[in-house]
């Protein structure tokens, strides 16, 4: 897949504290959070397969963009 262990865990954290930010510390217990990631080669962007290595390569550029 193309996001780390940590990186799904903060995905998750992140998500659920927004909708808690949004709808309150109520929905916490019930916010459920899934992770779908789609097999390398079968997702594409304009109209070109992507690998997981080229999504690395796109996060490295935004990073050091930043």
Known sequence: GVFS???KQD?????TDTMVAIEGEALRG???????????GEWA???QPL??????????AAAQAA
């Open 51 to 60: 690998t997981a290595a080229m999504v690395h390569q796109m996060q490295g």
């Open 5 to 7: 262990k940590e990186q």
């Open 30 to 40: 019930v916010t459920w959070v899934r992770i779908v990631e789609v097999n390398e």
């Open 45 to 47: 962007i304009g109209g």
């Open 11 to 15: 995905i998750i954290t992140r998500i």
